[in-house]
């Protein structure tokens, strides 16, 4: 099966600075992944996605990298601001499930 | 606005007394998915939906029901809720056409079974 995993639970960053958050997964059959954005007492939100073919995706602020070589994939934020503080989750989709990591909080510091 | 609506957001009931959770998508979505969220234990699929009459098992389906009689409702049903139901729990829907895979998910229900 699957598993998916966040490296840290908590991450501290100063506002202005990048952060950088980070993900495992154990299956080399996913060929989907996906970060997802969880403010408080609210849903998870779309942030970015990548497939398997690709190895860099970016939007607005955010980079995802993915690593298949040691299944690991990392999610960067540029020029971290206080709306970005929230539980930041990777999911990983194989065989028609989505499977997702524990999460990781970050916390902005003014 | 395109969005995945759950109802009620709260809710405290006691053990054995039957309950449903409403989840209506406006997206026209095929796939529709109920999961719950522990501390420590992230986001577990429940049930889920691949179209209508169509519903199947997630990780964790015990103790729980589900109906798909049309495309826009996925209701959750708890029959007889147990405290160990205690949790925070998320509709979620997608296409399964093109190449997008992503959830839109609801805002949440927090049940509390005393």
Not at chain 1, 31 to 48: A, R, T, V
Not at chain 2, 30 to 37: A, F
Not at chain 2, 56 to 68: I, Q
Request: glycine residues 8%.
């Amino acid at each position: 099966g699957e598993s998916v995993g966040l490296h840290l639970p908590t991450l501290s960053v100063q506002e202005g600075d990048n952060s950088i958050i980070n993900c495992a997964y154990s299956n080399s059959a996913s060929d989907y992944f996906i970060w997802y954005k969880q403010e408080s007492g609210k849903g998870p939100q779309f942030i970015i996605d990548i497939r398997s073919n690709m190895d860099k995706r970016q939007g607005q602020r955010v980079t995802v990298l993915l690593n298949k070589t040691v299944k690991h994939l990392s999610l960067q934020i540029a020029a971290t601001q206080p709306g970005d503080s929230a539980v930041y989750f990777c999911a990983a989709h194989q065989g028609g499930k989505l499977i997702f990591g524990q999460g990781t909080e970050l916390s902005v510091k003014p | 606005e395109a969005q995945v609506t759950q109802n009620p957001r709260y809710l405290i009931t006691v053990t054995g007394k039957k309950l449903t959770v409403t989840c209506s998508q406006n997206m026209n979505h095929e796939y529709m998915s109920w999961y719950r969220q522990d501390p420590g234990l992230g986001l577990r699929q429940i049930y889920y939906s691949m179209n209508v009459e169509v519903t199947d098992k997630g990780d964790v389906p015990e103790g729980y029901k589900v109906s798909r009689k049309e495309k826009r409702n996925f209701p959750l049903i708890l029959e007889s809720p147990s405290p160990n139901q205690t949790s925070l729990y998320f509709c979620a829907s997608s296409t399964r056409q093109g190449a997008n895979y992503g959830y839109t998910f609801g805002s949440g229900t927090r049940l509390t079974v005393v």
